[in-house]
């Protein structure tokens, strides 16, 4: 199911939600009438969640059905709320901590930041599960928000070469497309979320952007 939103009149979710299948970590502070959207388009639990009082949590945590990536300024209550849903969380003490934006991941690998370290990358694969690569996206290296990968789809920046898009399609397994969203925005990330039964997206989209949308992420 797709459904377009704002939160508290900002398109950029992907800024303040993250989801797998399962779980859906959001901001605090939205209504129920978004929190029982984002339910139903996703078809998830909805954990309520801010990292050291900051609001943009799809930023900061990343996480597959494996586990979980968190920045290191992540306060002890946060981090009980994420263990407590059965994540093995790995805490990211590299110069480039904010995980959401840096790292995309779904269940079969991972792409992160060209600059992070190589012990950060040991971290991340034990934690998550699968293995992982360096790499960009449209040139950028925040890939966590120049793409948005589920099970079954990828969408990415549209200034993706054939050689990333070949690369993606590799590491997660799935067909990777181009496109847009909010009318226009090449970072995917800020305006989406999404998993294998739906998405979410920044009410701003247009319905050509909706389309591409659900056949880059198979949701028909």
Known sequence: MLQLLDFNENPNLGVFCRANDEIAFIRKGLSNKVKNKIISALDVKLIELSIADATIIGSLITFNS???LVCDFIDEDSLKIIKDQGFEVCIISDKINAVGNDILVNDTGALVHSELK???????QKTLKVPVYRGTIGNLNTVGMAAVVTNKGLLCHPKATDDEKRTLEKVF???VMIGTVNHGSPVIGSGLVANSKGAIIGN???????GRIEEALNLF
């Not at 190589?118 to 971290?123: C, F, G, N, P, Y």
């Not at 701003?204 to 909706?210: F, K």
Request: no cysteine.
């Open 173 to 175: 397994g799935v067909n």
């Open 66 to 68: 494996k586990g979980a």
């Open 118 to 124: 190589d012990k950060t990358i040991e971290m991340i």
């Open 204 to 210: 701003l989209t247009t319905g050509i952007e909706m």
